[in-house]
Nanobody, 123 residues
Framework: QVQLVESGGGLVQAGGSLRLSCVASGRTFSSYAMGWFRQGPGKEREFVAAISWDGEDMYYADSVKGRFTISRDNAKNRVYLQMSSLKTEDTAVYYC????????????????WGQGTSVTVSS
């Protein structure tokens, strides 16, 4: 079992930045690929970014490419999502997730999920 807890969400103006953090406990964090997903109001959960277990490979949704950066610190059991140039359409609950297969984009591929942290971007 892996327990995931997100933090760092909040209210920010368009054009601003936030850094989300997800801390893991339980089984060996460095064994897992990690992903960030989000679910906006009235929308389905969508892929945002993913990172391999060793931090070597990262993948991004087209909508966030160039604005968001995923990273991880295996010594601290944490994965981060640095979000810059935020837009109102980035408003969502952001979830981190873990799987032992790789940095894939499908939410159904992830075995463990956090409870989410809310991000609101105002115009």
């Amino acid at each position: 079992q892996v327990q995931l807890v997100e933090s760092g969400g909040g209210l920010v103006q368009a054009g601003g930045s936030l850094r989300l953090s997800c801390v893991a406990s339980g089984r060996t964090f460095s064994s897992y690929a990690m992903g960030w997903f989000r679910q906006g109001p009235g929308k389905e959960r969508e892929f945002v970014a993913a990172i391999s277990w060793d931090g070597e490979d990262m993948y991004y949704a087209d909508s966030v490419k160039g604005r968001f950066t995923i990273s991880r610190d295996n010594a601290k059991n944490r994965v981060y999502l640095q979000m810059s140039s935020l837009k109102t359409e980035d408003t969502a609950v952001y979830y981190c997730a873990a799987n032992d297969r790789g940095p894939v984009v499908g939410h159904w591929e992830y075995d463990y999920w956090g409870q989410g942290t809310s991000v609101t971007v105002s115009s």
